[in-house]
């Protein structure tokens, strides 16, 4: 019997990230009061289950009122075999719902590079270092990418660093993402003791640079794990295929289904490049908040192509432009247009000259004129540097924020974007 399990925080309203689409489904009240300054970061524990037998189990995502980036999945084989599968944590949620589970983990998988499937990795291995023995699988851009985010979330919320609330070191961090085995894609590897018989195979994703949609077979059971998916064409990623033969037929999927836009790849970028110069040509400050394991990428590849060289690209960052110098190492993980393009220009796409990494102070010191500026945090938690920017920012005329990722629903970003809405719908000037 295999089993799929949902772990977050208790307390919260709102479903679970990923449940069953069918009369098993929590309902939950969506608060409409608004509080920009008030998080709630609890969440609630939910359980999916399913018999072993040959119907395929659809676990989507939620409707857009969902929980926060703390929870995890547990995948479980004849209640025996626990598989701890993408523990994201927005660095502040309690993470001691998971204290009865870690005895009982024996492997760990990790499908992205962003908080929302690795957040609490290292904090989980160095609050229990029973976890340090379990073999953990990623890809490589996740086992490299991944300690930068977390170095992001864990300096913003002062878990790191010379401040008095550390409790840890980066080295900490390194330690905990240097003991991940990583994988290529469609490599299947066979695991060993209690979990003999069972082959695990990373495919991609099309989500993020080396994110994975995960194969386990056992036996005659085939499940497939894909929290998160992109099947459309992207600027640097190869799109994934659901459709590929070894993933044909499973007995369990586990899918997420967040759409995007219904609008083609070529439409998205021409808006948010109209967009983007607009915004310039007004003599105002872009701000684009993004992960910088993530969207980043994409971004920069198109703003460099596009915007004006006169126009000067700023970065601020607690980790600066690490994630851009091992992302140029990794173009065997990008598309194939990507390497056509370093190859005859002899230059990796993101090695960028043009992005300067400035100081906070360095920001409030900048001249007024059309600029565009990077920072992580997609959130604005507290403690975040896009917070920090935000604030620095908010004290000036001629600033637009563009959204390119949709913010948590419990943040302080969705709370601050739902009464900008608020705020437009009732104004007549912007009413047809």
Not at 20 to 40: G, I, K, N, V
Not at 160 to 177: K, L, Q, R, T
């Amino acid at each position: 019997m295999f089993e799929f399990i949902t772990l977050s925080p208790s307390g919260s309203t709102t479903p679970t990230t990923e449940q069953r689409s069918s009369s098993q489904q929590d309902s939950a009240d969506e608060d409409d009061a608004y509080d920009p300054m008030a998080l709630d970061s609890d969440s609630k524990v939910k359980q999916e289950s399913k018999e072993n037998d040959n119907d395929i189990a659809i676990l989507p995502h939620s409707t857009p009122v969902q929980t926060g980036i703390t929870q995890a999945r547990l995948l479980t084989f004849d209640k025996q075999i626990n598989i701890l599968a993408d523990p994201g944590w927005d660095g502040k949620s309690d993470l001691s719902y998971l204290e009865e589970i870690v005895p009982k983990v024996d492997l760990i998988i990790l499908s992205h590079t962003t908080i929302e499937y690795l957040g609490a990795y290292a904090m989980l291995l160095y609050k229990y270092p029973i976890l340090r023995r379990i073999k953990t699988y990623s890809t490589l851009p996740i086992a490299k990418l991944g300690r930068l985010a977390t170095t992001e979330l864990y300096r913003a919320m002062g878990l790191i660093g010379p401040i008095e609330s550390a409790i840890m070191e980066v080295d900490d961090i390194e330690s905990a993402f240097n003991n991940i085995i990583s994988l290529n894609y469609a490599q299947s590897i066979g695991l060993q003791g209690n979990l003999t018989g069972i082959t695990i195979t990373s495919y991609n994703s099309g989500h993020t640079l080396g994110g994975s949609i995960w194969q386990f077979n056992r036996g005659a059971e085939k499940i497939v794990y894909a929290p998160a998916w992109n099947h459309s064409k992207d600027s640097f990623l190869v799109n994934s295929k659901l459709n590929l033969p070894n993933l044909m037929r499973p007995t369990t999927l586990i899918s997420g289904s967040d759409l995007g836009s219904s609008k083609s790849h070529k439409h998205r970028v021409e808006e948010f490049l109209k967009l983007a110069n607009v915004t310039l040509n007004n003599n105002s400050t872009l701000f684009l908040p993004t992960s910088m394991t993530g969207r980043f990428f994409e971004l920069i590849l198109l703003l460099e192509k596009n915007i004006d060289l006169n126009i000067p690209f700023y970065l601020v960052s607690y980790t600066g432009v690490k994630s851009m110098q091992f992302s140029a190492n990794m173009l065997e993980w990008m598309s194939s247009d990507i390497t056509k393009n370093w190859e005859t220009q002899n230059q990796s796409p993101f090695e960028s000259t043009r992005i300067q990494l400035i100081t906070l102070q360095e920001l409030e010191q900048l001249d007024q004129g059309p600029k565009i500026l990077f920072t992580e945090s997609l959130d604005m938690s507290e403690g975040s540097l896009g917070r920090a920017c935000l604030a620095t920012l908010c004290t000036r005329h001629h600033t637009a924020i563009m959204m390119t990722e949709g913010p948590h629903p419990d943040s302080t970003f969705y709370d601050l974007y739902a009464e900008w809405e608020r705020l437009v719908s009732q104004d007549n000037r912007l009413k047809s």
